[in-house]
């Protein structure tokens, strides 16, 4: 069990999903994760909505930004100082899409393209402090970056988190105070060019082999084979409105949050 009330800065915080159809999507991963849609009464929220776990935050849920985005999960990573943010994007090669804006009394965001084009978030918490529950059955737990241009994003997260890379063939990990916080891998073969890079998110199941299965049951569609990596056996799926999302039952030092 891996609850968390804070998080510091650099460190990503939050994940929630941009939906054609915010209701058929919020049905289809409370019955995949066992999630429950609490949605916001105030018609100032825009139709936001939060998924919880025993009563806590894992995610959120929205309308799309724009109508010329796709149904998708968006990445979000603590900061101090949005506005600070924003200008670090800028001085290495970002682009600020989102302004700086306060979400009521929960705290103030802003949305990013990275010098590549991958859209992400940051989150600067006030009464809202992020996902509190991660790393566990049903949780979120890891972020990583589709890139076809790794050096431009060597160059540019540095700057803006302070991440230091550490790379294997193949693989990058993003680290923050010699801690593990997001990765980084090459465009999978067969992505069309038109897909921008981007940001994947990935949930903590106990049997990823059983919960793809019931993920294609609801209208999932398994986008890459199975894979037995250092961190856990893992699966990339495509959910009935497009969302790309992966599963993994993550080794145990990897679950403890």
Not at 18 to 26: E, I, Q, V, Y
Not at 89 to 111: C, H, I, L, S, T
Not at 165 to 194: C, F, H, I, K, N
Request: with cysteine; hydrophobic share 40%; proline share 8%.
């Amino acid at each position: 069990m891996a609850d968390r009330d804070s998080y510091k800065a650099g460190v990503p915080c939050w994940v929630d999903y941009s939906a054609k159809d915010r209701h058929a999507a919020a049905d289809f991963y409370e019955r995949l994760f066992g999630w429950e849609a609490l949605w916001e009464p105030d018609p100032a929220a825009g139709g936001y909505g939060q998924f919880t776990m025993r009563g806590r935050r894992v995610a959120g849920i929205g309308p799309q930004f724009n109508d010329a985005m796709p149904a998708m999960w968006n990445s979000y990573v603590a900061t101090d100082d949005v506005e600070a943010t924003a200008e670090k994007v800028r001085n290495a090669g970002g682009q600020v899409v989102m302004p700086p804006m306060e979400v009521f009394d929960a705290g103030k965001m802003a949305g990013f393209l990275d010098a590549e084009g991958a859209f992400f978030l940051v989150w600067q918490a006030l009464k809202h402090p992020g996902s509190q529950i991660v790393s566990e059955d049903g949780a979120y737990c890891w972020n990583e970056l589709n890139t076809r241009d790794e050096q431009k994003a060597l160059a540019f997260y540095p700057q803006v988190f302070g991440w230091e890379p550490r790379t294997d063939p193949g693989y990058t990990e993003w680290q923050l105070g010699g801690e593990s916080q997001a990765g980084m891998m090459p465009m999978p073969e067969g992505v069309p060019a038109e897909v921008p890079p981007y940001w994947l998110v990935y949930f903590a199941v106990t049997d990823v082999d059983a919960s793809a299965v019931r993920a294609i049951a609801l209208g999932a569609e398994q986008v890459s084979p199975f894979v037995d990596s250092p961190a856990g056996r893992l699966a990339v799926l495509r959910d009935p409105q497009g969302a790309t999302f992966a599963l993994i039952t993550l080794v145990p030092h990897r679950a403890e949050g």
